[in-house]
T-cell receptor, first 112, second 110 residues
Framework: DSGVTQTPKHLITATGQRVTLRCSPRSGDLSVYWYQQSLDQGLQFLIQYYNGEERAKGNILERFSAQQFPDLHSELNLSSLELGDSALYFC???????????FGPGTRLTVL | EDQVTQSPEALRLQEGESSSLNCSYTVSGLRGLFWYRQDPGKGPEFLFTLYSAGEEKEKERLKATLTKKESFLHITAPKPEDSATYLCAAYHTGFQKLVFGTGTRLLVSP
């Protein structure tokens, strides 16, 4: 158990819908990262927050957004969902940028 | 462009048959090289961080080493429970993100 929690574990929804994925980092970690993993793409970095502020952006679509709250938990919002958004979404946390990241169990999103 | 390349893509070993996985990187301003283990449908599990060429770290049957251009994950006398996908990732100081390789799928047969 990495200490990072993610909810829900599974999410099944339809195209065009909007969903919210939630992540709680390990105790003491200020950085939260979001990744997308699909079969043909590997682990793709989406976005990083550090202590409530956006720190780095990767290949995140404009339909996706994230935020980190004062209690350090983070949410990833996915809207206007398409079939291609079906993937595993992982949250990771670390003490700060550059330190080892600890991953949560992931949320499996299926868009029908 | 920052790249992390892992080889082989897949590796099948007999129990007890030692081998090495390779991770080569072209990342300027490398701050750290990370190894993870990932089981199907699960989140990556942190194994090692290497910061400078010549550094080595060990954990049970695994040993990770780092040179200026690549890293190796040596698996000594593997067991079936070592079967997983092994991912390496390089941290780039400037872009402040981890760049992951696509992984090596290891299968250890009894």
């Amino acid at each position: 158990d990495s200490g990072v929690t993610q909810t829900p574990k599974h999410l099944i929804t339809a195209t065009g819908q909007r969903v919210t994925l939630r992540c709680s980092p390990r105790s003491g970690d200020l950085s939260v990262y979001w990744y997308q993993q699909s079969l043909d793409q590997g682990l793709q970095f989406l976005i990083q927050y550090y202590n409530g502020e956006e720190r780095a952006k990767g290949n995140i679509l404009e339909r996706f957004s994230a935020q980190q709250f004062p209690d350090l938990h983070s949410e990833l919002n996915l809207s206007s969902l398409e079939l291609g958004d079906s993937a595993l979404y992982f949250c990771a946390s670390s003490v700060s940028s550059g330190n080892e990241q600890f991953f949560g169990p992931g949320t499996r999103l299926t868009v029908l | 462009e920052d790249q992390v390349t892992q080889s082989p893509e897949a590796l099948r070993l007999q129990e007890g048959e030692s081998s090495s996985l390779n991770c080569s990187y072209t990342v300027s301003g490398l701050r750290g090289l990370f190894w993870y283990r990932q089981d199907p449908g699960k989140g990556p599990e942190f194994l090692f961080t290497l910061y400078s060429a010549g550094e080595e770290k060990e954990k049970e049957r695994l040993k990770a080493t780092l040179t200026k251009k690549e890293s190796f994950l040596h698996i000594t006398a593997p067991k079936p429970e070592d079967s997983a996908t092994y991912l390496c990732a390089a941290y780039h100081t400037g872009f402040q993100k981890l760049v992951f390789g696509t992984g090596t799928r290891l299968l250890v047969s009894p």
